[in-house]
């Protein structure tokens, strides 16, 4: 079954204490893995795609990694604003087009 | 802003009944996919539809049902509300039934009582 994992539920750091999110997967022909951000109330904001196993891509404080089980969201020195829900998603398997979320991380991040 | 707009913000309704969310997708995208956001969990997938025609369902029963019309706005239709129903209903548009880059609106709070 296609599944997605993200730990650890929720993260507190304090402001410059870089730390990193994970996502473990299992889905057959991975099209595509996401990262979002969500903010309380507000729908998901998109942040990365990557495709395949050694790919890396960077924005701002935020680098995000794939291997063929997983992926990392990296975060430099973060910021209070840095505090939202970071959720991965799969596109992928036997489902189609179907995409499937991570239930999150919650990071909060004090200054 | 992510040029997606979706209809009403929120929404009461009584079980049994059968409601229609509404969204407008970004300007050029062809794929609309809708998602079930329950309280502390991620967004499930409903359904995606590209150029007017259903492309991948989730585990969702028949009573949730779909259309895109041809300017790629979409109608999610929930018939016979269960309580269980009520969560934020997100609809989320992108260039390609691949979801290169998909931009959400910000939801529709569904509560059914």
């Known amino acids: 079954e296609d599944q997605v994992t993200q730990s650890p539920e929720a993260l507190r750091l304090q402001e410059g204490e870089s730390s990193s999110l994970n996502c473990s997967y299992t889905?057959?022909?991975?099209?595509?893995l996401f990262w979002y951000r969500q903010d309380p109330g507000k729908g998901p904001e998109f942040l990365f795609t990557?495709?395949?196993a050694g790919e890396e891509k960077e924005k701002e404080r935020l680098k995000a990694t794939l291997t063929k089980k997983e992926s990392f969201l990296h975060i430099t020195a973060p910021k209070p604003e840095d505090s939202a829900t970071y959720l991965c998603a799969v596109q992928g398997g036997t489902g189609g087009f179907k995409t499937i979320f991570g239930a999150g991380t919650r990071l909060f991040v004090k200054a | 802003e992510t040029g997606v707009t979706q209809s009403p913000t929120h929404l009461i309704k009584t079980r049994g009944q059968q409601v229609t969310l509404r969204c407008s997708s970004q300007?050029?995208?062809?794929?609309v996919s809708w998602y079930q956001q329950a309280l502390g969990q991620g967004p499930q997938f409903i359904f995606q539809?590209?150029?007017?025609?259903?492309?991948g369902r989730g585990n969702f029963p028949p009573r949730f049902s779909g259309l895109q019309f041809p300017n790629y706005s979409s109608e999610l239709n929930v018939n016979a509300l269960e309580l269980d129903d009520s969560a934020l209903y997100l609809c989320a548009s992108s260039l390609a039934r691949r979801n290169t880059e998909a931009f959400f609106g910000q939801g529709t709070r569904l509560t059914v009582v």
């Open positions: 539809y590209y150029r007017e025609e259903e492309n």
């Open positions: 300007s050029g995208h062809n794929t």
């Open positions: 889905v057959s022909g991975l099209r595509g």
């Open positions: 990557l495709y395949s």
